[in-house]
């Protein structure tokens, strides 16, 4: 339970976890100097120096208690007073008082005021906060009662806060001095998954090898791996159109063949045919994926009416709707084409296998949502994660018999949303009764 707590509160990122374990130490570190040698040392000094000036109070005490007269007019207790630095004054016993007065910062306050207490008996008030440079005490004696002022240098070290003051300034200068040396060390990390994460989404941003020798590593064999993907795609891409357009020519000669022929049967035929031309249009645009068009910032709402405008056989049964937000959204970064090919398929499933479609197009924080809905039959929920791959036609879910495709335009839309960094949702319409289907883009 503590384990899990701890870990939903430190840092996520590598820059914040490499300062806790670079400030972590420093902080144990100064606590346990600060205990073991500043308690301990200071405390000690002080402890010895104060045993020393008490002995010499408790002798001043006897001076003044065996006085043949006036305390004042005796040269023994003034040349004792001058020579150890002590500042004498007789009090009216009445205004003597008991405890200790002391600052809540001062470290050797205590050891001072117990050993005082220890060694000179009658010691009445101990103030080491009223003047910081000073200690004063009450003495009672037999002779009446004095108060006794002498330097704080003398029963502790001057300076007990230098270390500590000192070790925590060397602290922040180290601490200051690696926060930037680490700032430069993961700088060329978030640029390295800057440019994976923009890669992933169909974008190449320019990156720079650099940082540390691992880090080049990583970042020259991301560079390998990009040109390896762009080569093998552009490749692929080159080979089908190649073969799109040597199955084209035999395709249009047997459909003029077929024309001229007149021959019974010459219809379905040469409906055939231009079923084989669709499925070779589909093959291609699979296989591609448009993943050679360059992102560019469009504006979404443009993009859907001229998706709504280009659906064949669309005229009167499809609506489009703008949700609330969309307007102030700006432009999104994304590749047009793909991304038209993708809305013009789900607009395609669904006038194909309903009577009314409706696009909506809303904004959310982190991403758009391209919403398209019919009033078809829809898909099942047990058989969506099969509509999404290629080649897939539901029989159960759609009558097969009114499409003429291979099962791979939610296949393509899946392909481009995920090439985008986004995702293809499929649902039920909860107004229109058909699928729903959402092409999630991020923003």
């Given amino acids: 339970m503590i384990f899990q707590w701890l870990k939903s509160i430190l840092p996520k990122g590598l820059f914040g976890r490499t300062v806790l374990i670079l400030i972590l130490p420093v902080i144990v570190i100064q606590l346990v100097v600060s205990v073991m040698f500043i308690q301990r040392h200071f405390d000690g000094v002080a402890r010895q120096l104060t045993t ?101 240098v003398r029963v502790s070290a001057s300076n007990p806060h230098q270390l500590l003051v000192l070790m925590v300034g060397v602290s922040l200068i180290i601490t ?15 640029q390295l998954a800057r440019a994976a994460e923009a890669f992933g989404r169909g974008q190449n941003l320019d990156y720079k090898i650099s940082g540390a020798a691992e880090v080049r590593q990583a970042g020259q064999a991301f560079l390998d791996m990009r040109d390896r993907i762009e080569r093998q ?37 040469i409906r055939d045919v231009d079923d084989m031309e669709q499925m070779l249009d589909e093959f291609l645009a699979f296989s591609r994926g448009d993943s050679l068009e360059q992102s560019r910032p469009v504006d979404l709402q443009e993009l859907a009416r001229q998706a709504v405008e280009e659906a064949p056989g669309g005229d009167g049964r499809i609506t489009l709707e703008i949700g609330p937000g969309v307007a102030g959204a700006g432009p999104v970064l994304l590749r047009p084409n793909a991304v038209r090919r993708a809305l013009g398929n789900l607009i395609g499933n669904a006038l194909r296998h309903g009577t009314r479609c409706r696009l909506t197009l809303l904004a959310e924080p982190e991403q758009m949502i391209l919403r398209v809905e019919d009033d078809g039959p ?31 335009g939610l296949a393509i839309a899946t392909d481009i949303a995920s090439s985008h960094g986004g995702a293809l949702v499929l649902g039920d319409s909860a107004d229109m009764g058909g699928l729903l289907a959402e092409l999630r883009l991020p923003r």
């Fill in 52 to 152: 020393s000036v008490a002995l010499e109070l408790r002798y001043l005490k006897q001076l003044l208690e065996n006085a043949p007269g006036p305390v004042a007019a005796d040269p023994r207790v003034g040349g004792m007073t001058r020579a150890l630095g002590f500042e004498l004054r007789e009090i009216a016993p009445e205004a003597l008082r008991d405890g200790e007065v002391q600052r809540f910062d001062d470290f050797t306050g205590k050891t001072v005021i117990r050993t005082l207490r220890r060694h000179l008996p009658g010691v009445r008030l101990i103030d080491l906060a009223t003047d910081t440079r000073l200690v004063s005490l009450q003495l009672e004696t037999a002779r009446g009662a004095y108060e006794i002022r002498f330097e704080r």
């Fill in 176 to 190: 200051l001095i690696s926060f930037v040396f680490l700032k430069n060390q993961v700088r060329p990390i978030r």
């Fill in 233 to 269: 795609i552009e490749q692929r891409t080159l080979m089908l159109s190649g073969v799109s357009h040597d199955l084209r020519t035999p395709l249009t000669r047997l459909k003029l063949g077929l024309s001229l022929s007149g021959g019974e049967g010459a219809e379905e035929m």
């Fill in 378 to 408: 829809g898909i099942p929920a047990s058989f969506r994660a099969r509509a999404l791959r290629p080649f897939e036609r539901l029989d159960q879910a759609r009558n097969q018999n009114r499409s003429a495709g291979v099962g791979l």
